[in-house]
Structure formats: C-alpha cells, structure tokens
C-alpha cells in the first residue's frame, strides 16, 4: 500500500509524502511506516500504540475508525494520514 503523509509529519519521514509499506491490513501497514520512521510513531501513536485522536486516516478516500484499522489493505490501495492543526 502507499502511505500518503501529510502537513507537519513529513519532517519526520525525511519529506518523503508517499511511501511504499507492506501489511495485508491499514493497521499493518501503519505499524511498518512506524517501524522505518520510529520518530514518526513517537508523534502519531500514543503510549498503547493506538493512533492519537489528532490524527485522521483514510483508506482510498474514506476516513476510518479506530476500530476499522484491521480492514484489508492492498498494494494498490492508498493510506492517507491527516493531522488536525489548531491555533486561532
């Protein structure tokens, strides 16, 4: 699958906006971003390993849950990572 990073996370996947994971699953293919990027799990994953709520993930354009991260990935499917920004 192709990872799509986004916004203030490309810093920490060496500008690199999309990248080529293995995984049969969403879940498993964000687990090997993290593993090649560790510095980008510190930002995108709580303590438990689960995607801090600041984060938005879409599989081919359709935002999932936390629980629909076990859905099945190909490689040709697309992964997007969104960050919410605040500030006023």
Do not use: C
């Amino acid at each position: 699958m192709i990872v799509k990073v986004r916004g203030i996370l490309l810093r920490f996947t060496d500008y690199q906006n999309e990248i080529e994971v293995d995984g049969a699953t969403v879940r498993e293919g964000l687990t090997a971003l993290t593993e090649r990027y560790p510095n980008l799990g510190d930002v995108l994953l709580d303590r438990e390993g689960t995607v801090r709520a600041t984060h938005l993930i879409a599989l081919n354009g359709e935002k999932l849950t936390l629980d629909e991260l076990d859905r099945e990935a190909t490689e040709d499917d697309r992964v997007d990572i969104v960050t919410a920004i605040s500030g006023g």
